[in-house]
């Protein structure tokens, strides 16, 4: 059973768009909903996260836009970089059975040209 | 900024036999990890680790897989007896109680293990 789905699988954009990362969930008993950016040869980072009383997060130039109703989460990405190209990876938890078991999405391989 | 360190970085083995992969979590953590990435898929949970005893366990790591903290800042995987299948990037992580409570874990570069 896939717990999270992400899309797209990979995505490019050119210096300065705004790559959008979205992904949906299952099980309502997800609490945190942490985004991963994994560079090549490098294990995951945690980058932003967000829990489910709120509906926006930012961070820099991250954004997490969350809708509980529609159990979706997306990150946005500002004025993208070059330096911003990686693997990003969606992830929920329900912290009330297991600490630090992370359910991940597949991954989102984003590119972005200079 | 402390890391968490895996060793090797790469390691290629025969279908059977016995892999341990290792691993040195940021000094003051108290939980550990295990996740795996095949190629291509996602990053799965395999096995949470905390007071030298197994926390939970996911339905991949089965009998054939073993966690151990031999000493004070070791933690290892042990697969006893390897399948095709076991191939794929694995992960450890670690996280102090604030962290594990955050879902705050640190990834190290993972080992790349090779079923032939």
């Known amino acids: 059973q896939q717990q999270v789905k992400q899309s797209p699988q990979s995505l490019i954009v050119q210096k300065g768009g705004i790559p959008i990362i979205n992904c949906a969930y299952e099980n309502t008993a997800f609490d945190y909903f942490p985004w991963y950016q994994q560079f090549p040869g490098k294990g995951p980072a945690l980058l932003i996260a967000?829990?489910?009383?709120?509906s926006e997060k930012k961070e820099g130039r991250f954004t997490i836009s969350f809708n509980k109703s529609a159990k979706q989460f997306s990150l946005h990405i500002m004025d993208s970089q070059p330096g911003d190209s990686a693997t990003y990876f969606c992830?929920?938890?329900?912290?009330?059975?297991?600490?630090?078991?992370?359910?991940f999405g597949r991954g989102t391989q984003l590119t972005v040209w200079p | 900024e402390p890391e968490v360190t895996q060793t090797p970085s790469h390691q290629v083995t025969q279908m059977g036999q016995e892999v341990i992969l290792r691993c040195v979590p940021i000094?003051?953590?108290?939980?550990f990890y295990w996740y795996r990435q095949i190629l291509g898929q996602k990053v799965e949970f395999l096995v949470s680790f905390y007071n030298n005893e197994i926390s939970e366990k996911s339905e991949i790591f089965d009998d054939q897989f073993s966690v151990e903290r031999p000493d004070g800042s070791n933690f290892t995987l042990k697969i006893r007896s390897t399948k095709l299948e076991d191939s794929a990037m694995y992960f450890c992580?670690?996280?102090?109680?604030?962290?594990?409570?955050?879902?705050?874990?640190?990834f190290g570069s993972g080992t790349q293990l090779s079923v032939l």
């Open positions: 967000i829990r489910p009383d709120v």
């Open positions: 992830a929920a938890s329900d912290r009330g059975s297991t600490l630090g078991r992370l359910y």
């Open positions: 000094s003051n953590h108290l939980y």
């Open positions: 992580a670690s996280s102090d109680l604030e962290g594990a409570t955050n879902e705050k874990l640190f």
